[in-house]
C-alpha cells in the first residue's frame, strides 16, 4: 500500500522508453481533444437546442412525463425509495446523460489554462448543431448565445498559442431533423448540414483554420442502425422517437432522467458526491415550446402526414443508405467551403474516420487475409476510399447486396474524389478476423463481411485488455494499419493527424485519489503508440503531422455513461482533469501528467499563432473581432436567411 502522500510508482520499460518529443519534427502537433455532448454540459444553457442523445438518453420517458404531471417531489421519493431495482435497465449502463456532462460550457476557460500549462500545441473539439442552430435549420434561426460561446472558445484558445482544430459533426444530430425526415436517413439531411457548416465557416473561419466535417461516420452508422446502441436506436426505423412521450418533449413538457447514480463514478473535479445529481436536471428551460417553432406539431398521432419521412427499410440497408447521406454531406461542406471560403481564409478541412486494425486469425490461411483485408475495407475502406477516389471498395461492391449499397452518380463521385484536405485518424484496438462463409447474422453489415471476429488466437488474448471488454492494447496495430494497409493501398492519401488515441479504465472506488492518478497503464498505452507512429513516419516515410491524446478530461461516454474513467463504451480516454487539478495541487506530478508535460508535449519552440486582437482589419472599421477578416459574402440566398 502506498503512501497518502506519494504517488505509487510502475515500472515501464518498453521499447519506446526512451521516446521524447525531440524525435519527432519540429511541425509535429500535440494535442488532445473532447466533444460537444460528453464535455460541454449546459443543456438548459445559453438557447441550446435538443439533440437525438438528449432523447435517447431519456431512459423510460413515458413512465416519468405521467408521473412529472402529478408532482416531481413524489417521482424522486418513489424512484428513489421504491423503484430503484424495478428500473435498472435502460440505454445509458448507469442511467445518467450528458446534461451536464463535465460542464466545459462553464469551466473551459479553467481549462484551456492547463492545455497551455502542459504545452499543448492544439485542441479538438465539436461543435454543437443544436447549440447555434436549435431548430436544425438556418431558416428556423440562429442562437446568438450558442456563436458566441464558440467564438469566446475559439478567442479564449488563441490567445493561450493553441491552435483550434473544429469537428462540424461528433453525433449530436437536432433531433427536429430526426423527427422531420428521419436524420441521415434522408438525403435532405445532405443540405441542412451544408447551410449549418457555411454558418461555422462564416463565423469562425477567420480563426478556425483545421476543419473536419465528421466523426467516425462508421461509428455513428453502425451503432445507430446495426447495433443500435446509439440514436435511433431501432432497427429498421427511420426514427427512433415515434411515441407520445418523446413527441410532447417538443410540446415543451419537461422532463428528467430519475435514474439512481449513488457515488458510482469519479466525480468531475472532485465535485462532492451529492452534487453527482447535477447531471440529472429537468429539460424544461432546453424544450420550451415557446423557443421553437417546431411546438406547432398538434398532434403526434399525425406524426406520418406532418413529417416527411423516408420510407422504412430494414437494418440490412438502413445502414448503407445513412453511410452515403454522410459522406454526400461531407462532400457538399468541403464543396463550399473550397468554393467559398478557403480562398480567403486559407485553412484546411478534412474528416475523421476511425478502424481497428484486422490480423487474419491464421496467418498462413489466405482465406484469413482475405477476411482480414475485408473487414479493413468494411470499417476504414467505405469511408476512405470515396472521399479519395469516389468510389466504394471492390470488396463492398462485391460483397454488399446492389440494392443496399447504392451507387453514387457521376456528379456525387465527382464532389467526393479528393475531398481532403488532411485524414483523422482514430485507432484504439485489433482483432482478430476468419473466414466465415456463413455468419451468424442473419442479414445486414456484418453478414455482408462473411467474416467472424474475435479477441484471442489458441487461447491468448490479443493483448492486455483495458476497462472496456472491446478495447485490447494493440500499440503494433496502428503502426499495422499505416504501413500495411493505408500506405499500401492509398499511396496518395494526403497528411495524416491521429485524432484520437487513448485507453479507459474501469472505476474502482477503492483506489484513493493518489492512486488513481498513478495511470498505470496510460503512460505505457500512449508511449507505445507515439513510438510506433514514429516508427511508421521512419520506415515508411508516412506523412504523419499530429498526434491528439483522447480525451482531455473524464466525460460521458455515451453508453457507459459515467461508470468508466476516461471510458469507453465506443471509446476511451485519457487525461482527467480531475487527476490533472491535483498535480497541481501537491509537488509531486502525477504518472501521466508528469510524463506527458516534462517528456512529451510540453513545446521546444511555440509556433507562431495569430491572436483575434493581431488580426488586421480595415482601419477605423468597428467590426467585433469575431466578425473580423471575413471572406466573401455568401451566396444572396444565405444572406437573406441570415
Wanted: glycine share 8%; net charge neutral; aromatic share 14%.
Amino acid at each position: 500500500m502506498s503512501s497518502s502522500k506519494e504517488v505509487p510508482t510502475q515500472d515501464v520499460e518498453t521499447e519506446f522508453s526512451k521516446i521524447t518529443r525531440n524525435d519527432f519534427p519540429n511541425d509535429f502537433v500535440f494535442g488532445t481533444g473532447t466533444s460537444a455532448y460528453q464535455h460541454e454540459g449546459g443543456a438548459t444553457k445559453g438557447g441550446r437546442g435538443i439533440s437525438v442523445w438528449d432523447v435517447f438518453t431519456l431512459r423510460t420517458p413515458g413512465l416519468y412525463l405521467c408521473l412529472y404531471n402529478i408532482i416531481y417531489i413524489y417521482i424522486y421519493i418513489l424512484v428513489e425509495c421504491l423503484w430503484s431495482d424495478l428500473l435498472v435497465t435502460g440505454r445509458i449502463n448507469d442511467g445518467s446523460n450528458g446534461n451536464v456532462a463535465v460542464d466545459m460550457y462553464t469551466k473551459y476557460k479553467e481549462d484551456i489554462k492547463m492545455m497551455k500549462s502542459m504545452g499543448f500545441d492544439a485542441y479538438r473539439f465539436s461543435i454543437s448543431w443544436p447549440r447555434i442552430l436549435p431548430g436544425g435549420k438556418l431558416c428556423l434561426g440562429v442562437n446568438q448565445e450558442g456563436i458566441d460561446f464558440y467564438n469566446d472558445i475559439i478567442n479564449t484558445l488563441l490567445d493561450n498559442d493553441i491552435e483550434p482544430y473544429v469537428t462540424l459533426f461528433h453525433w449530436d444530430l437536432p433531433y427536429t431533423l430526426e423527427q422531420e425526415y428521419g436524420g441521415f436517413l434522408s438525403k435532405n439531411i445532405v443540405k441542412d448540414f451544408r447551410e449549418y457548416a457555411e454558418l461555422c465557416f462564416w463565423e469562425f473561419g477567420d480563426r478556425v483554420k483545421y476543419w473536419v466535417t465528421l466523426n467516425e461516420p462508421w461509428t455513428y452508422s453502425v451503432h445507430g442502425y446495426v447495433g443500435c446502441i446509439f440514436p435511433p436506436g431501432n432497427k429498421g426505423s427511420a426514427s427512433n422517437a415515434t411515441s407520445d412521450s418523446a413527441g410532447s418533449i417538443l410540446d415543451g413538457i419537461g422532463l428528467i432522467n430519475l435514474k439512481k447514480t449513488g457515488n458510482n463514478f469519479l466525480t468531475y473535479r472532485g465535485a462532492k458526491p451529492e452534487n453527482i445529481f447535477n447531471n440529472l436536471v429537468t429539460l424544461n428551460d432546453v424544450y420550451d415550446a415557446s423557443s421553437t417553432t417546431i411546438s406547432s406539431k398538434k398532434n403526434i398521432n399525425d406524426e406520418d402526414e406532418y413529417y416527411h419521412k423516408p420510407p422504412l427499410s430494414s437494418s440490412a440497408k438502413d445502414v448503407y443508405t445513412v453511410a452515403r447521406n454522410l459522406l454526400l454531406a461531407h462532400s457538399a461542406a468541403v464543396e463550399s467551403y473550397r468554393t467559398k471560403f478557403q480562398e480567403h481564409q486559407k485553412g484546411k478541412i478534412g474528416i475523421t474516420l476511425v478502424s481497428h486494425w484486422f490480423e487474419p486469425l491464421n496467418e498462413k490461411d489466405d482465406k484469413d487475409e482475405k477476411a482480414a483485408e475485408r473487414a479493413r475495407d468494411f470499417m476504414l475502406g467505405w469511408f476512405l476510399e470515396p472521399v479519395l477516389t469516389g468510389h466504394y471498395p471492390q470488396n463492398m461492391i462485391d460483397c454488399v447486396p446492389r440494392k443496399n449499397l447504392a451507387s453514387f452518380t457521376q456528379k456525387e463521385s465527382e464532389l467526393l474524389k479528393g475531398s481532403i484536405d488532411f485524414l483523422g485518424l482514430n485507432y484504439y484496438t485489433a482483432n482478430y478476423v476468419a473466414n466465415d462463409p456463413d455468419p451468424i447474422s442473419k442479414q445486414g453489415y456484418y453478414r455482408d463481411q462473411k467474416a467472424a471476429f474475435s479477441t484471442e488466437r489458441n487461447g491468448k488474448p490479443i493483448g492486455q485488455v483495458a476497462g472496456s471488454s472491446w478495447l485490447y492494447i494493440v500499440p503494433e496495430g496502428i503502426y499495422k494499419l499505416l504501413t500495411k494497409y493505408i500506405n499500401v493501398k492509398y499511396k496518395d492519401i494526403p497528411a495524416i493527424y491521429i485524432t484520437e488515441n487513448g485507453v479507459d479504465e474501469k472505476s474502482d472506488h477503492t483506489l484513493t485519489a493518489y492512486e488513481v492518478c498513478a495511470d498505470k497503464i496510460r503512460v505505457n498505452y500512449h508511449r507505445d503508440h507515439l513510438g510506433n507512429i514514429l516508427k511508421a513516419m521512419k520506415d515508411k516515410g508516412m506523412n504523419i503531422k499530429g498526434y491528439f491524446a483522447w480525451s482531455w478530461c473524464d466525460n460521458f461516454e455515451w453508453v457507459e455513461g459515467y461508470s468508466s474513467w476516461y471510458t469507453a463504451a465506443i471509446h476511451q480516454q485519457q487525461y482527467a482533469t480531475y487527476e490533472l487539478s491535483l498535480s497541481h495541487k501537491h509537488s509531486k506530478p502525477q504518472n501521466m501528467y508528469d510524463w506527458a508535460k516534462h517528456r512529451f508535449v510540453h513545446r521546444r519552440h511555440r509556433r507562431k499563432i495569430t491572436s483575434p486582437a493581431q488580426m488586421a482589419f480595415p482601419a477605423g472599421n468597428n467590426i467585433p473581432s469575431h466578425r473580423r477578416a471575413k471572406p466573401p459574402p455568401p451566396p444572396q440566398t444565405l444572406i437573406q436567411q441570415f
